[in-house]
């Protein structure tokens, strides 16, 4: 399984996000971009753009992110004038229009609408991890960036043999985004212990998964402004958590388990019929959703061989086990989802993969 940072470093970065963040609403006409890469707020306040920030300002302003990339590279001038066009033109069509502005110290990573509701990770992390030790849930894996949270977590109550000599371990992934890059998710999430593989199952079992959309109520406000929390904000917020600990109660127990157990059994009898591997690789790869290049194909060709299981399970584990050769967090987790989308293609889905 990839590692990202240890928990120590987790806990010591949500602890500097939170005490240096700060949320302002603001009214667009109060919103100017520089040269300089950041953003005005009223005539006092400025904070550099992140990357993401920046991604998200360029999808406002609906400019093609790679070229507003290319002008930050080459004429930041330009740059700073389309995304102030973009404010000009915001005025003139939607003059009530707020933008909610997340910073940190003196950085911008979120530039969002003032619908977005704000389920922060140390938040979340606070609300819900008491709650995930309770039920004997350890960290295998965790990170955070720019852009998103992710908790990989197994526990040792949840053990079951696929196939001999091959041992997993059962729990779930947690990833969350507090600046608008994705919902709130909650899956069930498996260790194979013999490889440390990671697998996700993203599309099985959507009654007891978790998407949750971070959309709220309009954060209104005539003037530029410090967003406080309000008492009201708190108590629809720890309802919220109430539903996360709930969710993750009916993961975490052992009809789900049982369930994703027979599904990885299931597929060590499903047989690779196809006659040419690299062929079977790709075709998967496609089916799954994943866009793998052909170093990263033969790799996946390396592990399959080299794990001898030519099976519907062996492949998978194959996908996984490449998952700890790539770079990035975010590309290894993806590898991850596509495990457990390989376990649950459909017998259609499979045929076409070996025909």
């Given at each position: 399984?990839?590692?990202?940072?240890?928990?120590?470093?987790?806990?010591?970065d949500?602890?500097?996000?939170?005490?240096?963040?700060?949320?302002?609403?603001?009214?667009?006409?109060?919103?100017n971009?520089?040269?300089?890469?950041?953003?005005k707020?009223?005539?006092?306040?400025?904070?550099?753009?992140?990357?993401?920030?920046?991604?998200?300002?360029?999808?406002?302003?609906?400019?093609?992110?790679?070229?507003?990339?290319?002008?930050?590279?080459?004429?930041?001038e330009?740059?700073?004038?389309?995304?102030?066009?973009?404010?000009?033109?915001s005025?003139?069509?939607?003059?009530?229009e707020?933008?909610?502005?997340?910073?940190?110290?003196?950085?911008?990573?979120g530039?969002?609408?003032?619908?977005?509701?704000?389920?922060?990770?140390d938040?979340?992390?606070?609300?819900?991890?008491?709650y995930?030790?309770?039920?004997?849930?350890?960290?295998?894996?965790?990170?955070?960036d720019?852009r998103?949270?992710?908790?990989?977590?197994?526990s040792?109550?949840?053990?079951?043999e696929?196939?001999?000599?091959?041992?997993?371990?059962?729990?779930?992934?947690?990833?969350?985004?507090?600046?608008?890059?994705?919902?709130?998710t909650?899956?069930p999430?498996?260790?194979?212990?013999?490889?440390?593989?990671?697998?996700?199952?993203?599309?099985?079992?959507?009654?007891?998964?978790?998407?949750?959309?971070?959309?709220?109520g309009?954060?209104?406000?005539?003037?530029?402004?410090?967003?406080?929390?309000?008492?009201?904000?708190?108590?629809?917020d720890?309802?919220?958590?109430?539903?996360?600990?709930?969710?993750?109660?009916?993961?975490?127990?052992?009809?789900?388990?049982?369930?994703?157990?027979?599904?990885?059994?299931?597929s060590?009898?499903?047989?690779?019929?196809?006659?040419n591997?690299?062929?079977?690789?790709?075709?998967?790869?496609?089916t799954?959703?994943?866009?793998?290049?052909?170093?990263?194909?033969?790799?996946?060709?390396?592990?399959?061989?080299?794990?001898?299981?030519?099976?519907?399970?062996?492949?998978?584990?194959?996908f996984?086990?490449?998952?700890?050769?790539?770079?990035g967090?975010?590309?290894?987790?993806?590898?991850?989802?596509?495990?457990?989308?390989?376990?649950?293609?459909?017998?259609?889905?499979?045929?076409?993969?070996?025909?």
């Amino acid at each position: 399984m990839y590692q990202g940072i240890t928990l120590e470093q987790l806990a010591q970065d949500l602890k500097t996000v939170s005490a240096n963040k700060k949320d302002f609403v603001a009214p667009v006409g109060q919103i100017n971009f520089t040269p300089d890469n950041t953003i005005k707020l009223g005539p006092t306040k400025e904070f550099e753009l992140n990357d993401w920030a920046n991604r998200q300002v360029a999808q406002w302003a609906g400019i093609p992110y790679a070229y507003y990339r290319r002008l930050a590279e080459e004429n930041s001038e330009l740059k700073a004038r389309c995304a102030n066009h973009a404010v000009a033109q915001s005025q003139v069509l939607n003059k009530q229009e707020r933008r909610l502005v997340r910073t940190v110290g003196d950085t911008t990573r979120g530039f969002l609408s003032n619908r977005y509701r704000m389920l922060d990770n140390d938040a979340l992390v606070e609300n819900v991890f008491s709650y995930l030790h309770e039920a004997g849930l350890e960290i295998n894996s965790c990170n955070l960036d720019d852009r998103h949270m992710t908790l990989k977590l197994t526990s040792p109550r949840f053990e079951g043999e696929v196939k001999k000599g091959q041992v997993i371990r059962y729990g779930i992934a947690l990833r969350n985004s507090d600046v608008g890059s994705s919902t709130l998710t909650i899956d069930p999430f498996v260790q194979v212990l013999s490889c440390t593989n990671g697998c996700y199952f993203t599309d099985m079992l959507d009654a007891v998964s978790m998407r949750r959309v971070h959309l709220g109520g309009q954060i209104a406000a005539k003037e530029l402004s410090e967003i406080i929390s309000p008492a009201s904000r708190e108590q629809a917020d720890q309802a919220f958590w109430s539903e996360t600990r709930d969710v993750v109660a009916a993961i975490c127990g052992n009809d789900v388990f049982g369930s994703v157990l027979g599904k990885m059994r299931d597929s060590v009898d499903v047989q690779i019929t196809g006659k040419n591997l690299e062929t079977v690789v790709e075709k998967t790869a496609k089916t799954v959703g994943l866009n793998i290049s052909e170093e990263g194909r033969g790799s996946i060709l390396t592990h399959l061989a080299q794990g001898g299981d030519m099976s519907q399970w062996g492949i998978s584990n194959a996908f996984t086990r490449y998952s700890q050769d790539v770079d990035g967090y975010e590309n290894a987790t993806d590898l991850e989802k596509a495990g457990g989308k390989i376990i649950n293609l459909t017998s259609n889905q499979w045929r076409a993969i070996n025909d």
